[in-house]
Nanobody, 125 residues
Framework: QLQLVESGGGLVQSGGSLRLSCTAS????????IGWFRQAPGKEREGVSCISSSGGNTAYTNSVKGRFTISRDNAKNTVYLQMNSLKPEDTAVYYC??????????????????WGQGTQVTVSS
């Protein structure tokens, strides 16, 4: 069974940091680009960051540039999202997904499969 599992969410104060993990089971991640997405209550899902299969190409939505870093460890079958200088507006459920698009198109494309169940990130002011 192909599955993605997110972890690492939690409650943090404004300015704090969290590292999210996206671990695959049932398949190896190293052949696929992976994206992180988030959805806040009452808002549409938003693309946050994407990374190519090799890790050589990345993309970020403007609101997280300079604060978030996406990376991957293919030996551990895991993609990470390091989130620093967190703001209350970063509060959302964060999901990872295997994307079928190019990294440069990933943030706005609906063409993703194998979503995780999500992990809640709450940033208090």
């Amino acid at each position: 069974q192909l599955q993605l599992v997110e972890s690492g969410g939690g409650l943090v104060q404004s300015g704090g940091s969290l590292r999210l993990s996206c671990t695959a089971s049932g398949f190896t991640l190293d052949n696929y680009a992976i994206g992180w997405f988030r959805q806040a209550p009452g808002k549409e899902r938003e693309g946050v960051s994407c990374i190519s299969s090799s890790g050589g190409n990345t993309a970020y939505t403007n609101s997280v540039k300079g604060r978030f870093t996406i990376s991957r460890d293919n030996a551990k079958n895991t993609v990470y999202l390091q989130m620093n200088s967190l703001k209350p507006e970063d509060t959302a459920v964060y999901y990872c997904a295997k994307t079928r698009t190019l990294v440069r198109l990933c943030l706005l494309s609906p063409d993703h499969d194998y979503w995780g169940q999500g992990t809640q990130v709450t940033v208090s002011s």
